[in-house]
């Protein structure tokens, strides 16, 4: 593996390797850094496009995947409708095609480190992507961390990493898993 640079200004470009449908309005896309960076999770990056005609537009998301050693990382994107950038993603970005991004940013909202005190993660749609890279650490790093997940959704449809969060709970004695879906009574069974 490349050697890991720490967190710069500078943007990188990153291939596309993997997209995956979440849900109806979520695509995880799987990116190869160019330069490898060392996060912790609960990070962000920014994405920049550029057009054509120079006119750029940047966003921020969230890193979903667990800080690791590995060149790829995840981020969830959900369409937003009248946004500039998440249409470019759901609907002309492909595996092999290159974006620009850099990070990564920010250190208020954090994966608490090394601890055996429990953790409490409240979210809402797309907000559980940094907690989703919170829990693949935790799981990944074996920590003895007791992790609750408190999720809210629209719909069972709607609920972002749903059957991997299932299998985390059926399979982590040490994790709970609470959801609140806000726009049907019931979840199937």
């Given at each position: 593996?490349?050697?890991?640079?720490a967190?710069?200004g500078?943007?990188?470009?990153?291939?596309?390797?993997?997209?995956?449908?979440?849900?109806?309005?979520?695509?995880?896309?799987?990116?190869?850094l160019?330069?490898p960076?060392?996060?912790t999770?609960?990070?962000h990056?920014?994405?920049?496009?550029?057009a054509?005609?120079g006119?750029?537009?940047m966003?921020?998301y969230?890193?979903a995947?667990?800080p690791?050693?590995?060149?790829?990382?995840?981020?969830?994107?959900?369409?937003?409708?009248?946004?500039?950038?998440?249409?470019?993603?759901?609907?002309?970005?492909?595996?092999?095609?290159?974006?620009?991004?850099?990070?990564?940013?920010?250190?208020?909202?954090?994966?608490?480190?090394?601890s055996n005190?429990?953790?409490?993660l409240?979210?809402a749609?797309?907000?559980?992507?940094?907690?989703?890279?919170?829990i693949?650490y935790?799981?990944?790093s074996?920590?003895?961390?007791?992790v609750?997940?408190?999720?809210?959704?629209r719909?069972?449809?709607?609920v972002?990493?749903?059957?991997?969060?299932?299998?985390?709970?059926r399979?982590?004695?040490?994790?709970?898993?609470?959801l609140?879906?806000?726009?049907?009574?019931?979840?199937?069974?």
């Amino acid at each position: 593996m490349t050697k890991a640079i720490a967190a710069t200004g500078r943007w990188q470009s990153c291939a596309i390797v993997e997209v995956a449908t979440r849900t109806p309005a979520i695509k995880s896309f799987f990116l190869r850094l160019s330069e490898p960076f060392d996060y912790t999770a609960g990070q962000h990056v920014d994405v920049r496009l550029t057009a054509p005609n120079g006119y750029t537009a940047m966003r921020s998301y969230s890193i979903a995947s667990a800080p690791s050693d590995s060149e790829v990382i995840e981020l969830a994107i959900e369409r937003l409708p009248d946004g500039e950038v998440s249409p470019f993603f759901h609907d002309v970005a492909q595996v092999g095609d290159t974006i620009e991004l850099r990070g990564p940013l920010g250190g208020h909202f954090l994966w608490p480190g090394p601890s055996n005190k429990p953790v409490l993660l409240i979210g809402a749609g797309s907000g559980v992507v940094p907690l989703m890279a919170m829990i693949r650490y935790r799981k990944a790093s074996g920590e003895p961390v007791p992790v609750a997940l408190l999720l809210s959704s629209r719909t069972w449809g709607d609920v972002l990493f749903r059957d991997e969060l299932l299998e985390l709970e059926r399979s982590l004695p040490d994790f709970a898993l609470a959801l609140a879906l806000t726009r049907e009574l019931a979840m199937p069974n």
